[in-house]
């Protein structure tokens, strides 16, 4: 190596001064299937960057990792709790933050080659963020490997490449989603839209979709002036990870669109629900991205979904957006390259204003604990109206 090389390498070290924070779970053995775990790790008083994510998930046992910004996490002092929305038999059940849930910052799933961040961009927390604590929760869908005989222990997670000096890009997520039911023996769109409203560009890199066993396709797009560019489009049964966004180079300005849209396809013989167990749904698209300063935003999208929400149908959106120029491939499978095509529309909208007000006025509807509960609430009123239908 030349001196000159071995000098700047030295120079690169001391200036991004990078340390590693591991975030394991401790020695876990859980006995049920499908259980959901959570562990915290408390930040600096400093500010910290996190330029990188380095998974350590043994692929046999962790379904997936996903990691949220709290302000407390779920049970203020327990080293492992159970997160999954459910009670459970051999761990104390909270969610995954008490107060504060500021969204997910990473996702690793099955599969998963990694995130890596553009250059020079980092996550801002600890410090004066309001993220006091990084929870991590691990899906371990198959337990066998912690029974007997085989009596195992995990220790899955993730270590956190950080730096307290301030990188120029500061990263974060968007979450786009709908409420909504699924009519039995139909395919449905679940629909959401909303006007980006801060005063400076965001430059998205990635993006991850999310729903239940009935998700077919998952697409978000930007629109400007009627023109709507793909983000990202996605079967929701591949691992549920970060992508690389489908259309690069794109920038979100003061005043474009966001919408998103999750097809659906329901075999079954009774109605189902946006809602947080695994019997539920959920429709949820995620736009990673940076800004080129020091601010960020938390702002997200929803929507009350079918049948109180479609875009063609919204005083709101329907000429801000122009639906009819949504790309035809919208709920095609890219991996497949299958379409769906909405049934018809059995159930007639019911006044969608006021509902979308509320959802609209949410500060910061990102958890998915409290989302589900107010969209619960919500739609409750909904749910006998739709009985009186006939549903
Ligand atoms: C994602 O994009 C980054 C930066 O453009 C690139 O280095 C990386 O190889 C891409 N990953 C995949 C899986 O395509
Ligand atoms: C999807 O449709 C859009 C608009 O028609 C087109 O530009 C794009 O290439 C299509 N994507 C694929 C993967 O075919």
């Not at 761990?91 to 995130?115: E, Q, V």
């Not at 301030?166 to 139909?186: D, E, N, Y």
């Amino acid at each position: 190596m030349s001196l000159l090389k071995a000098i700047s390498l030295l120079l690169a070290v001391c200036i991004v001064n990078a340390s590693k924070l591991d975030l394991l779970m401790p020695e876990v053995a859980p006995d049920k299937a499908d259980t959901y775990l959570c562990i915290p790790l408390k930040m600096s008083e400093l500010n910290t960057y996190i330029v990188g994510f380095e998974p350590h998930a043994n692929k046999k046992v962790a379904h997936h990792m996903l990691l949220y910004g709290c302000d407390t996490p779920g049970i203020p002092g327990a080293k492992v709790w159970n997160c999954g929305g459910m009670e459970h038999p051999s761990f104390k059940s909270a969610g995954t933050c008490k107060t504060g849930n500021k969204g997910i910052i990473y996702a690793w799933a099955y599969d998963a080659p990694g995130l890596t961040l553009p250059k020079d961009v980092a996550f801002k927390v600890g410090g004066d963020t309001g993220i006091n604590y990084l929870v991590l929760q691990v899906h371990y869908k198959d337990v066998s490997s912690f029974l007997p005989p085989n009596n195992g222990v995990d220790s899955s997670g993730v270590s956190l490449i950080t730096t307290d000096v301030p990188q120029p890009k500061r990263a974060g997520v968007m979450l786009l989603g709908t409420g909504g039911m699924l009519p039995k023996h139909s395919v449905e769109y679940f629909e959401t839209a909303c006007k980006y409203r801060e005063s400076f560009t965001v430059y998205p890199f990635a993006y991850r979709t999310h729903a239940h066993m009935h998700g077919k396709v998952v697409s978000g797009y930007v629109i400007k002036d009627g023109v709507w560019t793909e983000l990202g489009r996605k079967d929701p049964m591949k691992p549920e990870m970060f992508y690389n966004v489908t259309t690069t180079g794109v920038r979100i300005n003061p005043g474009d669109y966001m919408a998103a849209r999750c097809t659906m396809k329901n075999d079954e013989d009774r109605n189902v629900y946006i809602g947080a167990t695994s019997k539920d749904e959920m429709c949820n698209f995620y736009i990673m991205f940076y800004t080129d300063g020091t601010k960020t935003t938390s702002q997200n999208c929803w929507t009350g979904g079918p049948p109180s929400f479609y875009w063609d149908e919204s005083t709101q959106y329907a000429k801000a957006i122009h639906p009819e120029n949504a790309p035809e491939n919208i709920s095609t499978e890219p991996e497949s390259g299958k379409s769906y095509k909405i049934t018809t529309r059995k159930v007639q909208p019911i006044v969608q204003d006021k509902y979308l007000d509320t959802l609209a006025n949410l500060r910061k509807p990102n958890d998915d604990g409290e989302l589900v509960n107010l969209l619960r609430r919500l739609d409750s009123s909904y749910r006998q109206r739709y009985r009186d239908q006939g549903f």
